[in-house]
């Protein structure tokens, strides 16, 4: 099963907001709420920061929020700061054949 | 407290076997709905989902990789393997060993090693 799609990268100033994009099918996104976005900083492990679509891990910030419509789940951050310059993956459960489907990733950059 | 460490060769050359050990502590590999995962990552690639071996010992593989993959736990030793064959230079990359509640909700890796470094070079 192919990866799921995000943009190579995306960027924004401080202050601005920002979302990220994430493309599946009608076998992954399109028909699970599995959807979780992966927070990796430069020599680092990912970081879980939004679950089953919309739901922030205690101490994430409200800043990050996830949402979904069709096959397209979506990540937005608000009020960037420059601590938010990072690669972000979005993951996805396909059914019980491909239990877990990662995104490209998209650098994030900020200004 | 929940930790997982990656172990095994930084080097291996063509044609070899990778052999990859996961320890971990905090959970049990018995407690269902319990599951870990392999995850590796190229030099300035993205993340590519390899394996999972559940509480009850089913086991899943990347499509694409299924053929040269095999994942195994041993719960007395909180371990889990990871073995590749045949390996090649496109396969060098960091491997991650990863917690994930498999049973439903909640679905998301929770834990995470810090990840190992295998090079793929004669």
């Known amino acids: 099963q192919s990866a799921l799609t995000q943009p190579a990268s995306v960027s924004g100033s401080p202050g601005q907001s920002i979302t990220i994009s994430c493309t599946g099918t009608?076998?992954?996104?399109?028909?699970?709420?599995?959807v979780s976005w992966y927070q990796q900083h430069p020599g680092k492990a990912p970081k879980v920061i939004v679950y089953?679509?919309?739901n922030r891990l205690p101490g994430v910030s409200t800043r990050f929020s996830g949402s979904k419509s069709g096959y397209t789940a979506s990540l937005t951050i608000s009020g960037l700061q420059a601590e938010d310059e990072a690669d972000y993956y979005c993951?996805?459960?396909?059914?019980?054949?491909?239990?877990?489907?990662f995104g490209g990733g998209t650098k994030l950059t900020v200004l | 407290q929940v930790t997982l460490t990656e172990s095994g060769p930084a080097l291996v050359k063509p044609t070899q076997t990778l052999k990859l050990t996961c320890t971990f502590s905090?959970?049990?590999?018995?407690?269902?709905?319990?599951?870990v995962s392999w995850i590796r990552q190229p030099p300035g690639k993205a993340l590519e989902w390899l394996a999972r071996i559940d509480w009850d010992d089913d086991k899943y593989y990347s499509t694409s990789l299924k053929s040269r993959l095999t994942i195994s736990k041993d719960p007395s030793k909180n371990q889990v393997v990871l073995t590749v064959t045949n390996m090649d230079p496109v396969d060098t990359a960091t491997y991650y060993c990863?917690?994930?509640?498999?049973?439903?909700?909640?679905?998301?890796?929770?834990?995470w090693g810090q990840g190992t470094l295998v090079t793929v070079s004669s």
């Open positions: 089953e679509v919309f």
């Open positions: 990863a917690r994930i509640r498999c049973g439903g909700d909640p679905y998301y890796f929770d834990y």
């Open positions: 993951c996805s459960y396909g059914g019980s054949s491909t239990p877990v489907i």
């Open positions: 905090g959970f049990s590999l018995t407690t269902p709905k319990m599951c």
């Open positions: 009608g076998s992954d996104i399109g028909s699970y709420h599995l």
